[in-house]
T-cell receptor, first 114, second 115 residues
Framework: DAGVIQSPRHEVTEMGQEVTLRCKPI?????LFWYRQTMMRGLELLIY????????DSGMPEDRFSAKMPNASFSTLKIQPSEPRDSAVYFC????????????FGPGTRLLVL | AQSVTQPDIHITVSEGASLELRCNYS??????LFWYVQSPGQGLQLLLK??????LVQGIKGFEAEFKRSQSSFNLRKPSVHWSDAAEYFC?????????????FGSGTRLQVQP
C-alpha cells in the first residue's frame, strides 16, 4: 500500500521563480496537512484540509503561499514568487476519517531558493 | 491552545543503554499524544500513540511511552538502544474532542548513539 507521495523530492530554484509542490495522500484519507520544517522554526503547520476544503490556513506565511486540493487524491502548495527564506523541507501528511488523528507523512520536498 | 515541550534538544547515549526522552504537554482536556521519529533526510514515522485506556503504550522498534496526567507528561522509553535508533524524535499533541485535526509538535530531541 503506497504511502503519501510527494514530488519533487528536491527542488532548486532562483529567487522570484514560481515553485509548485505536489502531494498525493493515502487513498481513503480525508484530511491533508502541509508542514514546513526549518532549523530555526522546527516543524510548522501551514494549512490543512478536510474533505478537500481548507480548514485552517493561519500558518501560511504570507500571500506568496497558496494551497489547493482540487480532489481527494491531489494537493498542491505553490510559492510565487519564491524567496531565499522559503528554503526548507516541506512535508505533506494525511489522516483517515475517524477519531484517530494519526498523521502519515510523506518523504518531504527539500526546497532551496537561491 | 495546546502546546508541547521537549526540554532536551540533544541526547547522547551508549549503545545498549536505556533511553528516556521527555515530553510535556499543555492541554485542558484529555489529549491525543504521539511520538514520531525522523531519520536524516526522511519523513516522520509514527512510533506510538495514546488516545485513552492503558497509560503505558507500546510502539514499534521496542519503544514505549507512559501517559502521566498528573505530570502532563508522555515520556518515551527504550530499555536498550541500538545504533540504528540515532534520529530525531518528535512528541505531538492533538486536540482530541475539539474536532480540530491538526497536531502540535514539539521542537524535537536529537538522539546520538555512541558505540
Amino acid at each position: 500500500d503506497a504511502g503519501v507521495i510527494q514530488s519533487p523530492r528536491h527542488e532548486v530554484t532562483e529567487m522570484g521563480q514560481e515553485v509548485t509542490l505536489r502531494c498525493k495522500p493515502i487513498s481513503g484519507h480525508n484530511s491533508l496537512f502541509w508542514y514546513r520544517q526549518t532549523m530555526m522554526r522546527g516543524l510548522e503547520l501551514l494549512i490543512y484540509f478536510n474533505n478537500n476544503v481548507p480548514i485552517d490556513d493561519s500558518g501560511m506565511p504570507e500571500d506568496r503561499f497558496s494551497a489547493k486540493m482540487p480532489n481527494a487524491s491531489f494537493s498542491t502548495l505553490k510559492i510565487q514568487p519564491s524567496e531565499p527564506r522559503d528554503s526548507a523541507v516541506y512535508f505533506c501528511a494525511s489522516s483517515p476519517h475517524s477519531r484517530d488523528e494519526t498523521q502519515y507523512f510523506g518523504p518531504g520536498t527539500r526546497l532551496l531558493v537561491l | 491552545a495546546q502546546s508541547v515541550t521537549q526540554p532536551d534538544i540533544h541526547i547522547t547515549v551508549s549503545e545498549g543503554a536505556s533511553l528516556e526522552l521527555r515530553c510535556n504537554y499543555s492541554y485542558g482536556a484529555t489529549p491525543y499524544l504521539f511520538w514520531y521519529v525522523q531519520s536524516p533526510g526522511q519523513g516522520l514515522q509514527l512510533l506510538l500513540k495514546y488516545f485513552s485506556g492503558d497509560t503505558l503504550v507500546q510502539g514499534i522498534k521496542g519503544f514505549e511511552a507512559e501517559f502521566k496526567r498528573s505530570q502532563s507528561s508522555f515520556n518515551l522509553r527504550k530499555p536498550s538502544v541500538h545504533w540504528s535508533d540515532a534520529a530525531e524524535y518528535f512528541c505531538a499533541v492533538g486536540a482530541g474532542d475539539t474536532g480540530r485535526r491538526a497536531l502540535t509538535f514539539g521542537s524535537g530531541t536529537r538522539l546520538q548513539v555512541q558505540p
